[in-house]
């Protein structure tokens, strides 16, 4: 495979280079063409008797070379080679026929078109043109030696010889082999560096696609270490508010666990000693469930596990508002979760109970800036599945944000708290989770002063896949 691929970029480089040989060439021609023609307009209207080229003449040639160079451009450049090789050889062919085989500026043509044929088209060519030429210096000293064609010969001091004509095809042969070894060779050389250049852009390629796909490896990496630090904060801003919570069923057991030590000294009858050990049993059994349940919730917090099993969609957020009971309490904030009926999901309930978590979290620090207010502060949790998609929301009439700040919420270590206090990973953790474990969307409608509403959406998925 990376052969063929680097034998195509070698032909394809070769193309490229001998297609700008043959636009210098033309562009060249181009050139000169034009200031002929211009000098050929001055001396037609100038010179009396003049029996030059006429301006018409030298315009055709100008018009023919500009559209040869408009076809090469326009991805013609063999096919215009082989034009313009073909008029410079039947050029060529007239001089040769009206003055002679063996005119010197013929000869030099006839070297220019073998090299100019080895260099936009191929070696091969250059060796066949090298053949026909000398066929043709051969052929028409023949002709002019056995009088059967009549040259201009006065430019000569003798006639020409077959001696001659044979020099010269013998002379054409050397240049066309002379011109062939040449371009061998550079063609090699240039293959050379085309292969190493090939071989190193190859070698950069898997280097770059290396150190992508470490730097991907090192940034999920260190991403995941971030949340589970950022966690770990969130849960440490929630441990007063636990440990609170975990004091009531503790004194309600210890309470209950008193009272039954106390019955069963006392001197009453043996059933109602029975029947107030069974209720004072039947407190402390509730105050064990709550603190069962408590210790749930808190270890649910910590620990860190990407195991997929069917849950309860509902169960977790239960989990979470009785997690934020105190500190709502103490914020005096009200949470009012509307579920439409339980939704049981397939999935990681860690990572749902994260993002319940952050975007309560997040609404309750909305009031920090509105402490003062009269205003009920209420964070509204709303779960319902339609159309075969899940729908959790949650908002609050909190401070609400900026527009500006609304761009930049889900930008990492941005907040619009105080930063001593906030890392601003909270909604960029979210936004991660929702899409990568989830596969949904996460959008964000807010208002300053009125609140602030997050919409979270992803498929519904029951079924273990």
């Known amino acids: 495979m990376i052969k063929r691929n680097s034998n195509a970029y070698f ?61 090469s451009r326009k991805g013609r450049s063999t096919l215009v080679s082989y034009f313009f090789l073909a008029i410079l050889f039947s050029i060529n062919l007239y001089v040769s026929f009206h003055y002679g085989p063996d005119l010197p500026v013929s000869l ?13 088209l191929s070696s091969r060519k250059a060796f066949l043109v090298s053949v026909l030429s000398a ?9 002019e030696i056995a009088g059967l064609c009549h040259t201009e010969n006065k430019w000569k001091y003798e006639i020409i010889h077959m001696t001659d004509a044979i020099v010269y095809a013998l002379t054409l042969g050397i240049i066309s082999l002379v011109s062939w070894l040449s371009n061998r060779e550079i063609q090699k050389s240039l293959q050379r560096a085309r292969r190493s250049e090939a071989e190193l852009q190859r070698q950069r390629d898997i280097l770059e696609e290396t150190v992508e796909k ?35 069923p503790l004194n309600l057991i210890s309470l209950n666990l ?28 509730y105050g064990t469930k709550r ?37 709502t309490n103490l ?31 997040n609404a309750l620090d909305s009031f920090e800036d509105i402490k003062k207010t009269k205003k009920k502060k209420i964070i509204h949790v709303e779960l319902y599945k339609k159309r075969g998609k899940i729908y959790l929301i949650v908002s609050d009439n909190g401070a609400g944000m ?58 519904f998925n029951q079924i273990q896949p």
């Open 108 to 120: 030099l043509l006839y070297c220019l078109i073998i090299i100019l044929t080895g260099i936009l």
């Open 402 to 459: 900026d527009r500006k700040d609304i761009k930049k919420i889900f930008d990492p270590l941005f907040t619009t708290k105080e930063k001593n206090t906030h890392m601003g990973l909270g909604l960029y953790l979210i936004k991660e989770i929702v899409q990568k474990d989830f596969n949904g969307t996460i959008l964000v409608k807010s208002k300053l002063f009125e609140g602030t509403t997050f919409s979270i959406s992803f498929p």
């Open 258 to 285: 008193e009272n039954i030590n106390e019955e069963s000294k006392s001197k009453i009858s043996q059933i109602n000693k029975t029947t107030n050990i069974k209720k004072y049993l039947r407190r402390a059994m």
């Open 11 to 71: 032909l394809s480089s070769d193309k490229e280079d001998n297609t700008f040989i043959l636009r210098i060439l033309l562009s060249s021609l181009v050139t000169l063409t034009f200031f002929a023609f211009i000098f050929n307009v001055i001396k037609f209207f100038t010179v009396k008797n003049y029996h030059g080229l006429y301006p018409g003449t030298t315009a055709i040639f100008l018009l023919f070379f500009c559209f040869l160079l408009f076809l």
């Open 135 to 143: 066929f043709v210096i051969l052929f028409m000293s023949y002709c």
């Open 331 to 361: 914020a005096k904030v009200i949470i009012q979760y509307k579920k439409t009926r339980e939704i049981e999901y397939y999935g990681n309930p860690l990572k749902f109970n994260q993002i319940v978590t952050n975007l309560i979290s």
């Open 291 to 327: 603190l069962e349940t408590f210790i749930a919730i808190a270890r649910k917090q910590i620990q860190e596990s990407e195991q997929l099993h069917h849950f309860f969609l509902s169960a977790e957020i239960d989990h979470v508002v009785k997690l934020f009971r105190y500190n």
């Open 214 to 248: 470490r730097t991907a490896q090192l940034k999920q990496a260190e991403g995941e270490r971030i949340a589970q630090l950022y966690h770990f904060i969130e849960f440490g801003k929630l441990a007063g508010g636990l440990f609170h919570d975990l004091v009531t």
